[in-house]
C-alpha cells in the first residue's frame, strides 16, 4: 500500500520526521510530497524544502520525496497511492484535517486519510512557532533536524 503524506514542511520539524518514520514502519512506500502553494509566502524554495527532507531521512528506504501543485486527489491518484497521511496534534487540528478527509473523499472516494497522532513530545511542534523562535535567535536544534537548524541559522 502506497501512503502519501502531503504539507508545506516549511521546514521539516522532528513532529514530521516523527509521522514519516512510523508511516514508513506501516506502508510499503510513503511519499513525502511538498505542496506548491502560490498563495504562501514559504520562507524556503520547494527545492530547499526537498533537500532538507531527502538529508535526514536517508536512512528510510522505503521514502520517496516529491512535489506537486494543484489538487492534492489528483496527484494521489496520478501517483496510484491508496492513502492519504496526515498528523494530528490537537484539538483545533481535528476540526480542519476532518474537513479535507471528508472533502478529499468526496472528490475520490476510494481515497481513505490515515490520521497518527502526534508523539507526546511534539504536540506542540509547528513550522510556524520553529521560524518564529528562529527569527528571534532563539534555539531550534529540539525542535528540527540537524540540517534545517543550521539551515535555519
Ligand atoms: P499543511 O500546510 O498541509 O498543514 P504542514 O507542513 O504544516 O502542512 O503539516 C503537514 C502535516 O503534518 C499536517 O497533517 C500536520 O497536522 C502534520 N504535523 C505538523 N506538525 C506535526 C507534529 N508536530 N506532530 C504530528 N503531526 C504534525
Do not use: W
Request: hydrophobic share 40%; with cysteine; charged share 20%.
Amino acid at each position: 500500500m502506497i501512503a502519501v503524506y502531503p504539507g508545506s514542511f516549511d521546514p521539516i520539524t522532528l513532529g514530521h520526521l516523527d509521522v514519516i518514520e512510523r508511516g514508513c514502519r506501516l506502508f510499503e512506500q510513503v511519499i513525502v510530497a511538498v505542496l506548491i502553494n502560490p498563495l504562501k509566502t514559504p520562507l524556503f524554495t520547494v527545492q530547499q524544502r526537498i533537500e532538507q527532507i531527502r538529508c535526514c531521512t536517508q536512512h528510510l528506504t522505503n521514502l520517496e520525496i516529491d512535489s506537486f501543485d494543484g489538487l492534492t486527489v489528483t496527484y494521489v491518484k496520478n501517483r496510484q497511492a491508496q492513502v492519504l497521511l496526515r498528523g494530528l496534534r490537537v484539538l483545533s487540528d481535528f476540526e480542519y484535517e476532518l474537513q479535507m478527509a471528508h472533502t478529499n473523499k468526496s472528490l475520490l472516494p476510494q481515497i481513505e486519510t490515515v490520521f497518527l497522532a502526534t508523539s507526546n513530545e511534539y504536540s506542540f511542534l509547528s513550522s510556524s512557532l520553529v521560524k518564529e523562535i528562529a527569527k528571534l535567535g532563539g534555539p531550534v536544534s529540539h525542535l528540527v533536524p540537524k540540517n534545517v537548524a543550521l539551515d535555519l541559522e
